[in-house]
């Protein structure tokens, strides 16, 4: 299985902030990288996917990079509610699998 | 819009079995994937294994074969996870999200299971 590691582990942010979350795969995954935000009690919610493609409705200020084995995400200026953990997924090979997550919080 | 609707919270005990429906709208259910997550709280995220509506063709992460069995009722437009031979390792909320490919868009609210006696 592709094993993705994901870093930091979690990560305080003032308001206006600018964040950076990293993920490395064991092996490439040829872009095929989703970032996702999950709040407290919800379901994730899909941010990035192909790596750097915005999904429909997601602010700007979110955005993904990266190639072959290592990705990262940037939120340009925190907001009280970008708030929650964010995950990668590596859609590449099965079977799927998360990076463990990073939590971020408003300081 | 596409609507995932996931069957409430189980209470279930050791040893027993417990079946998870996800009811969608919004888009053509048989001719797309769907795939079931699983998720401890306070942990990640692992992908349990996807079903074509289409055909009730499968895949599953090697991990989950033989606790998880996937099918889907193409009339009501849902899909099934049957959970065997249950634990308290298999407490964890469950999620159905469709596609079965890259990435998820789209994701049910979640159903939480608890194995206790």
């Known amino acids: 299985d592709i094993q993705m590691t994901q870093s930091p582990p979690s990560l305080s942010a003032s308001l206006g902030e600018t964040v950076s979350i990293e993920c490395r795969a064991s092996e490439d995954i040829y872009s095929n990288l989703a970032w996702y935000q999950q709040k407290s009690g919800k379901s994730p919610q899909l941010l990035i996917y192909?790596?750097?493609s915005l999904q429909d409705g997601v602010p700007s200020r979110f955005s993904g990079s990266g190639s072959g084995t290592q990705y990262s995400l940037k939120i340009s200026g925190m907001q009280p509610e970008d708030e929650g953990v964010y995950y990668c997924?590596?859609?590449?090979?099965?079977?799927?699998?998360f990076g463990a997550g990073t939590k971020l919080e408003l300081k | 819009q596409v609507k995932l609707q996931q069957s409430g919270a189980e209470l279930v005990k050791p040893g027993a079995s417990v079946k998870l429906s996800c009811k969608t709208s919004?888009?053509?259910?048989?001719?797309?994937?769907m795939s079931w997550f699983k998720q401890i709280p306070g942990q990640s995220i692992e992908w349990i294994g996807m079903i074509y509506a289409g055909d009730g063709g499968t895949g599953y992460n090697q991990k989950f074969k033989g606790k998880a069995t996937l099918t889907v009722d193409t009339s009501s437009s849902t899909a099934y996870m049957d959970l065997s031979s249950l634990t308290t390792e298999d407490s964890a909320v469950y999620f159905c999200?469709?596609?079965?490919?890259?990435?998820?868009?789209?994701w049910g609210q979640g159903t939480l299971v608890t194995v206790s006696s």
């Open positions: 192909y790596a750097s």
């Open positions: 919004g888009y053509t259910f048989s001719t797309s994937y």
């Open positions: 999200a469709r596609g079965g490919a890259n990435w998820f868009a789209y």
């Open positions: 997924l590596q859609g590449s090979k099965y079977p799927y699998t």
